[in-house]
């Protein structure tokens, strides 16, 4: 009897569950669906769901149109650049925090998390005249370094959380068999690390790749990725939802995928370790 | 054990990144206070001289600052109710036994990695629009009059494809607090009979606490500075121009560099009361 009522109780909640996770997902399946129609289609009454003419022409309409690779190129640097910049500059520093503690390691993580509070309007025209001056404005290299900079907190976090799992008695046995720091390094903890910076790298490429505030500010033409190529489409002209729907399943398509790679490292890394 | 050797090495390793974020916070910092002490004018005279506290005077008592803040408290307050009551449900749901449970989590963390320029402008535009937007083909279907969404109920909009954005992440947090929960302890109070909203007012709710806390905090960052959803909806019309908007208007669109940056010290004060707690929190978990 009692197995019964778990069936039925189980199957209540996988209708329920399925009902409001599709319905939340709608937006972005609607979306797709709408990419492959016809604009005509596209805006039918009643709304066509399923049973329309699937065609790609959006997407080459969008390709040809606004040079979407650019685009696309231009968020692969701005995104893995600022990641594997940020990465090599924060594996070291979280590296020492969490096999050479000191007092002051947790002043320091604190206060590199209080750096990543800062609201950006705050310093957006001191940041907008630097690049001015330095001729960064509109170019990838300036965007590398700006999101670098505003994900070096999160990465060094994740790093810290993630190297303090590994066990220090292992180190101390490397020692113990003569390895020098070089060895214990190269042997021992890189191979221990690996999986967390690589949980690392992921979380961050989604941030940075979805960065909306300094991608719009700080790019017009050349350097614009694929956030400023969607914000393009704000001022609508004619029919373009089949269009927009394109261009939006192009620019999110790759990030969904990452995405579902990093479900339970984004609690990690966006809680700064306090809830895992 | 650390020695003298280890530990020099550690200063060196750690410098680089040390070094870089406090270049990051010091240098825009003090030319923001720089500025906001100034009338500059890049476009009309450039730096006009210092003005005092003037420019922090004027933000404050300038007819769109109590609406945006206004808009601001709304935007934030509605987004984090929303959120942190359907994510607890919907924690608590995704916590049950049920088949293709991975399936569902992925289908309800998804909106997360949507990129926040896409999301505004598909809700915008193809269930927004007040003629050809989904909503409007269902309110049609209901025999009502379709809304004018972005303009007539703009607030409300703003709150929903926030929300929309922000649930995914709520839900994931509290999900994972859930599942630390004791299953005995549940099922204990469960067969002493314990009604459910009992068990749920003294068993879930205080173990979820300290994730309820952490999500408030965190989503409250991150929304006094959303930008994007109100850059390509409403450009700031319509009563949603939000304190981080006006500031971004006042610095680039208008070019009165003093006042916005007066307005972004008063934005950086905010942010960082807010960050005061949250840091107590984070910093009590790093001891542990």
């Known amino acids: 009897m009692a197995r019964a009522v778990t069936t039925r109780r189980k199957s209540l909640n996988t209708i329920l569950a399925w009902a409001v996770g599709l319905l939340i997902f709608f937006p972005i399946l609607w979306t797709i669906l709408t990419s492959f129609k016809t604009e005509a289609q596209a805006i039918a009454s009643p709304p066509i769901f399923l049973n329309f003419n699937w065609t790609l022409e959006n997407y080459a309409i969008v390709q040809e149109r606004s040079d979407y690779m650019r685009f696309l190129w231009n968020s692969v640097i701005i995104a893995g650049g600022s990641t594997i910049l940020g990465v090599i500059i924060a594996v070291p520093a979280a590296w020492a925090m969490a096999f050479v503690p000191s007092k002051r390691t947790k002043d320091i993580l604190l206060w590199m998390l209080s750096t990543k509070m800062l609201p950006a309007v705050g310093v957006l025209y001191p940041i907008y005249l630097l690049f001015i001056r330095l001729g960064l404005l509109d170019t990838r290299g300036g965007l590398v370094v700006v999101l670098m900079l505003i994900n070096l907190p999160i990465i060094v976090w994740m790093l810290y959380t993630y190297f303090r799992e590994i066990p220090g008695e292992i180190l101390e046995a490397a020692r113990m068999d003569g390895a020098t720091l070089k060895e214990e390094i190269l042997y021992v903890l890189t191979p221990m690390a690996v999986p967390g910076i690589a949980s690392t790298v992921l979380l961050n490429f989604i941030l940075a790749w979805n960065e909306a505030f300094w991608t719009l500010n700080l790019t017009a033409v050349d350097a614009a990725p694929l956030t400023a190529f969607i914000a393009s489409y704000s001022s609508p002209e004619g029919l373009f939802f089949a269009k927009l729907s394109a261009a939006s399943t192009m620019a999110i398509a790759p990030i969904l995928i990452l995405g579902w790679f990093s479900q339970k490292q984004l609690v990690r890394g966006l809680t700064f370790g306090a809830v895992k | ?288």
Do not use: C
């Open chain 2, 1 to 288: 054990m650390a020695t003298q050797h280890s530990r020099s090495v550690a200063r060196l390793m750690m410098a680089p990144a040390v070094v870089l974020l406090l270049g990051w916070m010091l240098v825009p910092l003090t030319m923001t206070l720089y500025f906001s002490f100034k009338k500059y004018l890049p476009l009309r005279g450039g730096d006009l001289g210092w003005v005092g506290f003037d420019n922090y005077v004027r933000f404050v008592s300038s007819s769109s600052f109590w609406p945006a803040v206004q808009a601001t408290l709304v935007i934030v307050g509605g987004v984090l109710i929303i959120t942190v009551i359907l994510g607890i449900l919907l924690a608590m749901l995704l916590d049950q036994p049920m088949w293709g449970q991975g399936v569902v989590r992925i289908l309800v963390i998804a909106p997360f990695f949507v990129m926040p320029t896409v999301s505004a402008l598909v809700w915008k535009n193809m269930f927004m629009d007040p003629v050809n937007g989904l909503l409007a083909h269902l309110w049609r279907f209901f025999g009502a009059e379709p809304i004018s969404w972005l303009s007539e109920a703009s607030m409300t909009s703003i709150i929903m494809i926030v929300s929309w954005q922000w649930l995914p992440f709520a839900t994931l947090i509290l999900l994972t607090a859930i599942q630390s929960l004791d299953s005995e302890q549940l099922e204990a109070a469960e067969m002493d009979g314990a009604p459910v909203l009992k068990r749920f007012y003294h068993i879930i709710l205080p173990h979820l606490s300290r994730a309820i806390t952490i999500v408030i905090l965190i989503q409250t960052i991150f929304l006094l500075s959303i930008f994007a959803e109100i850059f390509v909806t409403t450009g700031g019309a319509f009563g949603t121009r939000t304190l981080t908007y006006l500031i971004f208007q006042r610095v680039l669109e208008s070019q009165n560099v003093g006042l916005g940056s007066a307005g972004g010290v008063y934005a950086i004060i905010l942010a960082n009361i807010v960050a005061i707690f949250l840091m107590r929190i984070v910093g009590k978990n790093l001891d542990a």
